[in-house]
């Protein structure tokens, strides 16, 4: 496993083969890393076409074709026919585009994680295809823990960023120990973080 958090997807060719509940998923965390993806299927679910209405994304009501793959960057084979996610698999082999298969892990090159977001804090969980129940359950548990108060303090921290460079290692390491601390004691407000001690 290597992970990495892609970005920049806006203007990258990101296509979804499938119009079910699998693909609306895949889709969402398209959107919300700002790609616009292109969806490939003759049905959508209401969501899908919610987001077909709103422009979010581009709809092709159709089954897959070979080509479809042409010139993508990121593709999701969604669908609940095996053969015709077996035939997306195919067309992309050997061409550099990222590949996820829904239901053959192994016949593409990424597999998508369970994500928390908090502002701009990600916290991503994989169990390697394993469980993705149980995936979803930690993600759920770790939404529980890093709330609200974490997205303020990625935002207090990177507001300081600047300043904390002319700290010394020992110097930035003692703040954000303070910070923590402080953060793990009570729910902290942007008045209880020592903002104005550096
Ligand atoms: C390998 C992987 C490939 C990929 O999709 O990238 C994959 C594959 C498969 N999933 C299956 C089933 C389920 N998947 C979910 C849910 C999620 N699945 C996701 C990822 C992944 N799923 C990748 C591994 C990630 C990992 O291991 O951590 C999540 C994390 C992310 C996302 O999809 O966005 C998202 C949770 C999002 C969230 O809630 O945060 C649920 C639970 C539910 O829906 O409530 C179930 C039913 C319960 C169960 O089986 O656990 C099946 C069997 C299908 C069948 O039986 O027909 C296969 C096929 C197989 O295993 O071969
Ligand atoms: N990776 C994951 O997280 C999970 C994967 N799965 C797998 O994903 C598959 C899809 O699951 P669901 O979305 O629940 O299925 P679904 O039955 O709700 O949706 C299937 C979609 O595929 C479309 N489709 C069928 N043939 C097509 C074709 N030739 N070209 C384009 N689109 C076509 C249908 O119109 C429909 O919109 C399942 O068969 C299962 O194996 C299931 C659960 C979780």
């Known amino acids: 496993m290597y992970p990495i958090v892609l970005t920049n997807l806006a203007q990258q060719r990101c296509v979804v083969v499938g119009g079910g509940a699998v693909a609306e998923r ?13 969806v490939i299927s003759p049905q959508l679910t209401p969501q899908l076409q919610h987001w077909q209405a709103s422009n979010q994304i581009q709809h092709l009501a ?9 010139a993508a960057f990121l593709v999701v084979a969604a669908t609940n026919q095996r053969l015709v996610n077996q035939q997306i698999a195919h067309e992309c082999h050997n061409r550099p585009i990222l590949l996820n298969i829904a239901d053959a892990a192994e016949e593409g090159n990424f597999i998508t994680t369970a994500n928390h977001r ?8 994989s169990s390697s295809g394993a469980s993705p129940a149980l995936s979803r359950y930690l993600r ?9 108060r974490y997205a303020t303090l990625a935002q207090i921290v990177a507001a300081q960023r600047a300043e904390l460079a002319t700290l010394t290692t020992t110097e930035r390491e003692q703040y954000f120990d303070q910070l923590l601390v402080e953060l793990a004691q009570q729910p902290p407000t942007l008045n209880h973080l020592p903002t104005e001690d550096l």
């Open 26 to 38: 895949k889709v969402a965390g398209l959107i919300t890393g700002g790609a616009n993806p292109i």
């Open 140 to 148: 759920q548990q770790l939404s529980n823990y890093f709330d609200q």
């Open 118 to 125: 908090q502002g701009s804090l990600l916290f991503s969980v």
């Open 62 to 70: 159709r089954e897959y074709q070979f080509g479809d793959c042409e």
